[in-house]
């Protein structure tokens, strides 16, 4: 008897999900169902084509639903939206071009994504604005471009998708600015390492506009502004919101499938859903994170493409699980990056582990060999079982790869003291002998094995702020470096100097001791501490310091 197999959607889950269905059963009969044009597409690719970089409309389309369904044999509905499910009978209802008709299945796929989140701003409904998400949308927006040549765009939500489309408006020649509710951009990523972003941006000409929402859009004699929450408007000749989205869940809702507390589809491992022979994958699921083990919402490719194959492989009757997420994604603008995985400092303390973190800045390659880029790094940990549970870091070249590492580390539920083992490539035009992961395994796991006396950049500017008299600021750089930049109230004695002054520094005071990225701050302190001062390392040295007053 031939399976019948159904995927409502298409890109990420959906499209996976009938591929990996056919390559379990050659015998299966699949339907691909797809409300829009497009079925196979590269969607994180649209905002790179709008800037001109990817200049081949073409290269984004992976497949037509021509050559999809020759290649798996499968039949494929371009404009039809499925608006039913009669679970009973195990039958869709769909609907193309006002035309009703119903599709039987055995094994049913949604992967019908997620439906963008509209802020609630006056006015918006009855203007022009645009969004990002589709191959339609990407044209609309490259044809406003074209026939009204705008001169100032206004970009609402400072998200991945804001940031992508803020750099490719800039290579347009559009003045562009962007508006973020929240205090910074990249809000899922720490702060400190975002700022590598946000400063790129800002020298690049982006007006960044943050903690201001958008009230209202105004259209006056045929020109449009949008007015924030402190009075300030900004004119917009072309208007992009990019405020997120959420789970498509309507069609579910209406079949009586069970929806999970964040408003996204339950699934189990194998991607089944509460009702037999219906699977679900992609942004329109709950996703078990795999550090805190309860559901999250994660709209990503990367996982999209791994539910739909579990999904699709299920339903063709094959045994496959998807073990849950971490949350590994990373944006760029020009040449800065940052990237992320697993936990923020703030999401960890938020599901109950007692975490810490540390700072490390080193160079992506051998620091003698030329041209090398600094990358920044934020490793946060559970002080109880030493377990890594996430990291974000921000450069130039390398920060993908020191992430992709971390994120590994984390799903195989390794220690901070791990990364003090771990092997890297090296030599010197790819890496260091210690590799920045090293150097973070061996900061971390001091701070854990209370050898380290370190303190993070926020811990000593509170502490500054409020008794700086009663205090001791010490900059172990070298006199040119001090020259250059220094804290205030600090006394410069150079580390290879430090032994010989100790007679100078008072006993009674706490000492704070920084360098420019931490580890000759190490150092002194140990030094300190051993001759019986009370030291601290100011973690990430100066340049963290610098990081947090900037925020």
Avoid: W
Wanted: contains cysteine; aromatic residues 8%.
């Amino acid at each position: 008897m031939t399976n019948k197999i159904v995927v409502v959607g298409g890109v990420a889950a959906g499209a996976t999900a009938a591929a990996k269905a056919r390559r379990t059963d050659e015998n299966a009969e699949i339907t691909l169902i797809e409300k829009g044009n497009y079925i196979s597409y590269a969607n994180c690719g649209l905002p790179y084509h709008v800037g001109g970089i990817i200049t081949e409309r073409d290269k984004l389309l992976l497949h037509t639903p021509e050559s999809f369904g020759q290649r798996f044999n499968a039949k494929v509905l371009i404009n039809t939206e499925a608006v039913e499910i009669d679970t009973e009978k195990k039958r869709i209802k769909t609907l193309s071009h006002g035309e009703a008709n119903n599709i039987d299945y055995d094994k049913l796929i949604l992967a019908n994504g997620a439906t963008p989140i509209i802020p609630p701003v006056k006015g918006l409904d009855q203007s022009e604005f645009f969004m990002l998400r589709t191959v339609t949308q990407m044209d609309d927006i490259i044809e406003k471009i074209k026939a009204n040549n705008p001169k100032k765009a206004v970009i609402i939500g400072g998200g991945y998708i804001g940031v992508e489309t803020a750099e490719a408006l800039k290579n347009c020649n559009l003045d562009v600015t962007v508006i973020e509710a929240l205090p910074y951009i990249l809000p899922g990523f720490e702060p400190e390492a975002a700022l590598k972003i946000a400063e790129t941006m800002k020298t690049s000409g982006i007006n960044i506009v943050t903690g201001k929402k958008a009230t209202e859009c105004i259209n006056n004699n045929g020109r449009q502004f949008i007015k924030l929450d402190d009075g300030t408007e900004f004119e917009a000749d072309l208007l992009i919101v990019s405020t997120g989205v959420k789970p498509d869940i309507k069609l579910a809702e209406t079949a009586g499938i069970e929806i999970g507390e964040l408003g996204g589809i339950k699934v189990n491992e194998k991607m089944e859903t509460s009702i037999q022979d219906i699977y679900a994958a992609g942004d329109v699921v709950e996703k078990k994170n795999i550090i805190t083990g309860k559901n999250c919402l994660l709209p990503l490719a990367v996982p999209a493409n791994k539910e739909g194959r579990a999904a699709g492989c299920n339903a063709a009757g094959g045994q496959l699980e998807f073990n849950g997420v971490i949350g590994t994604s990373v944006v760029s603008f020009e040449d800065a990056c940052v990237a992320r995985t697993g936990l923020t400092y703030e999401g960890a303390k938020h599901h109950g582990f007692n975490p810490d973190f540390i700072y490390v800045e080193n160079s992506d390659h051998a620091e003698y060999y030329p041209n090398g880029n600094f990358i920044f790094l934020k490793l946060i940990f559970d002080k109880d079982s030493g377990k890594i549970l996430g990291a974000s870091a921000s450069g130039t070249t390398g920060v993908t790869r020191r992430i992709d590492v971390i994120s590994t580390a984390i799903y195989a539920g390794l220690k901070v003291t791990d990364l003090e083992h771990l092997e890297f490539c090296y030599s010197p035009p790819h890496g260091s002998a210690k590799d920045i992961i090293n150097m973070s395994g061996y900061v971390a796991s001091n701070e854990l094995r209370k050898t380290g006396y370190g303190v993070s950049p926020q811990e000593f500017l509170e502490i500054y702020n409020n008794k700086h008299e009663s205090i001791k600021i010490l900059d172990v750089r070298t006199p040119a470096e001090y020259r250059q930049y220094h804290h205030e109230n600090s006394e410069n004695i150079p580390l290879q100097n430090l032994r010989d002054n100790l007679k100078n520094l008072d006993k009674t005071k706490v000492i704070y001791v920084y360098c420019a990225m931490g580890f000759r701050g190490y150092i002194a302190a140990k030094i300190l501490r051993y001759y019986g001062f009370k030291a601290y390392n100011i973690l990430g040295g100066f340049e963290a310091v610098k990081r947090f007053k900037k925020l």
